[in-house]
């Protein structure tokens, strides 16, 4: 892979956060994407989001797989710490990172091929372990390092960039982790900034597995008449289904609608959830209803974007997340002298013995 870097030349009247940064210290290499890639629009998101959130670069832990989206983290953040693993293991070295430091805020970014094909049995096991991370889903329905081929995201009946047909049903990432237990999960699409920019806020912040999954159209092999996940194919199917404003704590929640108009949902940091403009039938903290919601709106031939599915926090004294499932200590675990991480063979055969 190779990389360019931009100029460290900063306009003195670019914006800054509380942290005294612009976007442009949220920034990474100058990407190799080709030219309208969605995946480089998601980026812009990304980098986004974190600005305003005002979440410092070295605090965060960005990790990828193969494909083109493997190669996004290079592309924001620059400060952070990285990781590329091999072709579907990203969800794995996320937690490990995660269980060695759980204080690094975890954003992991994959594709369909990535998630849904080699490493779909990665992705089952991170949802269910509710591991504390963003898991992003840079969905274009193809593979498009190899030339172009259908992935398991494609839907049947799309055609390929040479005419093929693909006739295998598409495995769905917000179904599938809605029938996993995700607590988290939203779909959106590359080319609205505006909707997908506070969904990944709300994401970063979610405590426990949130997952987006983002229609981002490759260009080079899948934008064309006949592609369900094309740029103008995905204009003219559209469903907004919910509107969603992320809502920092101890900011009054402002919208232009009447009370009765908007729905509330407070997250574990005490920030909420503002839902607008949703169908007055629709519960966004019913799993079953959103379920079936979104086959329905499917059956319609409509992709349903927005924040689609969130888990309202837990009571006090419930731990739901990965470090409650596992009961680790609070301190991160990589910040503990050896002799306590390895007390040695006499603690390890005491420990052993509850299992026999």
């Given at each position: 892979m190779?990389?360019i870097k931009?100029?460290?030349?900063?306009h003195?009247?670019l914006?800054?956060?509380?942290?005294?940064?612009?976007?442009?210290d949220y920034?990474?290499?100058?990407?190799?994407l080709c030219?309208g890639?969605?995946h480089?629009?998601?980026?812009a998101?990304?980098?986004?989001?974190?600005?305003?959130?005002?979440?410092?670069?070295?605090?965060?832990?960005?990790?990828?797989?193969?494909?083109?989206?493997?190669?996004t983290?290079?592309?924001?953040?620059?400060e952070?710490?990285?990781?590329?693993g091999?072709?579907?293991?990203?969800?794995?070295?996320?937690?490990?990172?995660?269980?060695?430091n759980?204080?690094?805020?975890?954003?992991?970014?994959?594709?369909d091929g990535?998630s849904?094909?080699i490493?779909?049995?990665?992705?089952?096991?991170?949802?269910?372990?509710?591991?504390?991370m963003?898991?992003?889903?840079?969905?274009n329905?193809?593979?498009?390092?190899?030339?172009?081929?259908?992935?398991a995201?494609?839907?049947?009946?799309?055609?390929?960039?040479?005419?093929?047909v693909?006739?295998?049903h598409?495995?769905?990432?917000?179904?599938?982790?809605?029938?996993?237990?995700?607590?988290?999960?939203?779909?959106?699409?590359s080319g609205?900034k505006?909707?997908?920019?506070?969904?990944?806020?709300?994401g970063l912040?979610h405590?426990?597995f949130?997952l987006?999954?983002?229609i981002?159209?490759?260009?080079?092999?899948?934008?064309?008449?006949?592609?369900?996940?094309?740029?103008?194919?995905t204009?003219?199917?559209?469903?907004?289904?919910v509107?969603?404003?992320?809502?920092?704590?101890?900011?009054?929640?402002?919208?232009?609608?009447?009370?009765?108009?908007?729905?509330s949902?407070?997250?574990?940091?005490?920030?909420?959830?503002?839902?607008?403009?949703?169908?007055?039938?629709?519960?966004?903290?019913?799993?079953?209803?959103?379920?079936?919601?979104?086959?329905?709106r499917?059956?319609?031939?409509?992709?349903?974007?927005?924040?689609?599915y969130?888990?309202?926090?837990?009571?006090?004294g419930?731990?739901?997340?990965?470090?409650?499932l596992?009961?680790?200590?609070?301190?991160?675990?990589?910040?503990?002298?050896?002799?306590?991480?390895?007390p040695g063979?006499?603690?390890?055969?005491?420990l052993?013995?509850?299992?026999?």
């Amino acid at each position: 892979m190779s990389y360019i870097k931009k100029p460290r030349v900063h306009h003195p009247g670019l914006t800054r956060n509380r942290l005294g940064l612009t976007r442009r210290d949220y920034e990474g290499t100058m990407s190799t994407l080709c030219a309208g890639c969605g995946h480089d629009s998601i980026t812009a998101a990304i980098i986004e989001a974190f600005w305003e959130l005002e979440i410092a670069p070295h605090e965060v832990a960005k990790t990828s797989g193969i494909g083109c989206s493997g190669k996004t983290p290079t592309y924001f953040l620059k400060e952070a710490h990285g990781f590329n693993g091999v072709h579907g293991r990203m969800p794995s070295i996320t937690t490990g990172a995660h269980a060695a430091n759980r204080e690094l805020v975890c954003i992991g970014v994959s594709g369909d091929g990535d998630s849904l094909s080699i490493g779909m049995g990665q992705f089952a096991h991170v949802v269910r372990r509710n591991v504390d991370m963003l898991y992003i889903i840079e969905n274009n329905g193809v593979y498009g390092l190899t030339k172009g081929q259908f992935s398991a995201s494609a839907d049947v009946g799309s055609t390929a960039k040479r005419g093929q047909v693909n006739r295998e049903h598409p495995i769905d990432s917000v179904l599938l982790s809605l029938n996993l237990g995700a607590g988290f999960v939203a779909r959106s699409f590359s080319g609205d900034k505006e909707q997908l920019v506070p969904i990944l806020k709300a994401g970063l912040r979610h405590r426990g597995f949130a997952l987006i999954d983002v229609i981002s159209p490759c260009v080079t092999f899948n934008d064309h008449r006949g592609s369900t996940k094309s740029y103008q194919y995905t204009r003219d199917n559209y469903n907004q289904l919910v509107y969603a404003d992320f809502v920092p704590p101890a900011e009054e929640i402002a919208a232009s609608f009447e009370a009765g108009d908007v729905r509330s949902v407070q997250m574990h940091d005490g920030s909420r959830i503002a839902f607008r403009k949703v169908p007055d039938d629709y519960d966004p903290t019913d799993r079953d209803q959103v379920y079936g919601y979104i086959r329905e709106r499917q059956r319609a031939g409509e992709v349903a974007t927005g924040l689609l599915y969130v888990e309202e926090a837990p009571q006090e004294g419930e731990h739901s997340d990965f470090h409650g499932l596992q009961a680790t200590v609070d301190e991160p675990l990589s910040s503990y002298p050896f002799e306590d991480l390895c007390p040695g063979a006499d603690t390890l055969e005491r420990l052993q013995e509850r299992f026999r």
